[in-house]
Nanobody, 124 residues
Framework: QVQLVESGGGLVQAGGSIRLSCAASGRTFGNYAMAWFRQAAGKARDFVSAIKWSDGSTYYADSVKGRFTISRDNAKNTVYLQMSNLKPEDTAVYYC?????????????????WGEGTLVTVSS
């Protein structure tokens, strides 16, 4: 069993920055991936970014490329999402997730574990 705990959400002005953290505890092994998804009010949950733990490969949705950066701390089993140049349309609940099979990093249906989510609100 794996537990994911997010932190770092809050209110930020447009153009500002914020960093989300997701700490994983429990047993993780093999070629897994950790990802961030987001869900705005009344909308579907969308892929934001992912990182493969084995080689550090990173992936981003087109909407956040160049503004968001995903990174990891192996020793802490923690993944970060640095979000910069934020826009009001980035407002959403951000979820951390883990896929035991890294091949499915891009889809919520491939995720095996989820955090509870953290709200990011970007004011205009």
């Amino acid at each position: 069993q794996v537990q994911l705990v997010e932190s770092g959400g809050g209110l930020v002005q447009a153009g500002g920055s914020i960093r989300l953290s997701c700490a994983a505890s429990g047993r993780t092994f093999g070629n897994y991936a950790m990802a961030w998804f987001r869900q705005a009010a009344g909308k579907a949950r969308d892929f934001v970014s992912a990182i493969k733990w084995s080689d550090g490969s990173t992936y981003y949705a087109d909407s956040v490329k160049g503004r968001f950066t995903i990174s990891r701390d192996n020793a802490k089993n923690t993944v970060y999402l640095q979000m910069s140049n934020l826009k009001p349309e980035d407002t959403a609940v951000y979820y951390c997730a883990l896929a035991l099979s890294a091949a499915y990093y891009h889809t919520q249906y491939g995720m095996d574990y989820w955090g509870e989510g953290t709200l990011v609100t970007v004011s205009s």
